[in-house]
């Protein structure tokens, strides 16, 4: 049998933290058993549905890197085969017409509330026959739920779950329009998909109650399932935007690189072993369900950046230099030349040390492209006394004498020109570093002077010094 997952957001926001990570389990769970992982956009609810977070979910899902097999499946579009259940379900006898109108539903409500129940229908039509329908009044279809006993959800991750049949009212399958509810509508895709896998979060353990009573009444085999534990934030609080629940474009835009965000994720939930660095390659080889833990995760941004700097110290210079082009693009309001980028690749390995974020490394790049004269922030300007600049002015000389322009060389002119100086070899450097960078942060400064070149370094001292 092959094993098929699926992930089925709904289009009415951003792909958040949460559902990536549901999505992320998904994905190597089926490329674990070398399966099928699909994608299901639920947009029955018409009024919330919207095209702009189709695509922020579609494209969250390409930046993070989780392909899906065949194309995606649109909820709505099957519409007509979830009514046509809906009546088999009817014919069957599993289902029944329930003409309530509003009125009455919202005295159901307030008498729940009046006696501290939970709020649910009272089955006034489910032995009442049609023909003392009240005029007019167009009826749903509701499922003839078990009302006696208990559902038992045998869960991979939460082990076995009961929930009691009365507190399971009968569900609303076809509205008064026509239209499925989303209850049916996952069910009946779930089985026309070969969906054998659910893996979801756990406030969904009431809605597995009632789609196992589906399954049943169907006479269907219902899909293995596995509910896990929500995201919260740092306070033990459910997870909000002021603790990082934003969409996953949201960090793209931070400047996290999707690797990290996957290993992040990952760890969220689910362990192996003590390890905390796992490529996706591992990722892929040790994912199980076993491994999940049964209590909730907690969101940490310092753990994020950390893991972050990792892996942007283990990332080729090439692929950082093409990451944050668009930044530099963004900040200067120019496009950056190949000769600029080929600068930025060459300097790479050094900037990349220091880095938590594409955003921080770009900043940090910003002097290999930036116009003569650079501008200096306020530290880099108190390094450049009248005495730091002669100092700048003689070493230039030297420097301008070398006829081979390698870190080598150069270091041995600087520690000369301190030696003579009579200086440390950072007091020279520190205000060398103003004058090259604009900044008191920058990779190593023989490393620097090597990569601007004789012509922009000298020239870049010279305007820093006045000369």
């Not at 092959?2 to 999505?23: C, E, K, N, W, Y």
């Not at 299901?40 to 899902?61: C, F, K």
Request: net charge negative; proline share 4%.
């Amino acid at each position: 049998m092959t094993v098929v997952t699926r992930f089925a957001p709904s289009p009415t926001g951003f792909l958040h933290i949460g559902g990536a990570r549901t999505a992320l389990f998904n994905w190597l769970y089926a490329r674990h058993h070398d399966g099928k992982f699909v994608l299901r956009i639920e947009d029955t609810d018409r009024e919330r549905s919207t095209q702009q977070a189709i695509d922020a979910i579609l494209e969250g899902m390409k930046w993070m890197g989780l392909d899906w097999d065949d194309e995606p499946v649109f909820q709505f579009s099957r519409r007509e085969r979830h009514a046509e259940i809906a009546q088999q379900l009817l014919a069957s006898g599993n289902a029944y017409y329930c003409y309530a109108s509003k009125e009455e539903l919202a005295e159901m409500r307030d008498t729940a509330k009046a006696e501290g129940r939970a709020p649910g229908y009272d089955g006034r039509w489910r032995d009442r026959d049609p023909s003392v329908a009240p005029e007019g009044v167009a009826p749903v279809i509701r499922f003839r739920s078990p009302n006696e006993g208990e559902t038992v959800i045998d869960d991979a991750v939460q082990g076995e779950v009961k929930i009691s049949n009365s507190q399971l009212d009968d569900l609303i399958l076809l509205r008064a329009d026509g239209t499925p509810t989303y209850m049916l509508s996952v069910v009946v895709d779930d089985y026309d998909m070969g969906v054998t896998q659910i893996i979801r979060g756990d406030d969904h353990l009431t809605n597995a109650a009632r789609q196992l009573q589906l399954y049943a009444a169907l006479g269907w085999d219902a899909p293995k399932m596995a509910h896990i534990p929500l995201i919260h934030g740092p306070d033990g609080a459910k997870l909000s935007k002021r603790h990082g629940a934003l969409g996953v474009e949201a960090y793209r835009d931070m400047g996290y690189l999707p690797e990290a965000m996957r290993n992040y994720l990952l760890r969220l939930g689910w362990s192996h072993g003590d390890d905390e660095i796992i490529s996706t390659e591992e990722a892929i080889d040790w994912f199980n369900l076993e491994n999940i833990g049964k209590s909730a995760s907690r969101f940490d941004f310092d753990k994020l950046e950390n893991l972050n700097g990792t892996y942007i110290r283990g990332a080729n210079d090439d692929y950082l230099t093409s990451l944050i082009i668009p930044f530099l693009e963004e900040k200067t309001g120019t496009s950056v030349t190949s000769e600029q980028a080929g600068l930025i690749e060459k300097a790479m390995n050094g900037l990349k040390e220091r880095a938590k974020s594409v955003i921080s490394l770009a900043d940090s790049s910003h002097f290999l492209i930036a116009k003569r004269p650079l501008s200096m922030d306020e530290k880099a300007s108190k390094l450049l006394t009248p005495d730091a600049c002669g100092v700048l002015m003689r070493l230039a000389d030297k420097l301008e004498a070398l006829s081979q322009w390698d870190k080598e060389a150069i270091e041995t002119v600087v520690r000369e020109s301190a030696e003579a100086e009579e200086l440390k070899l950072g007091k020279i450097a520190q205000p060398l570093r103003a004058a090259l960078t604009g900044t008191t942060v920058s990779p190593g400064i023989f490393d620097v002077l090597e990569v601007l070149g004789k012509e922009e370094s000298l020239g870049r001292i010279r305007d820093a010094t006045g000369n």
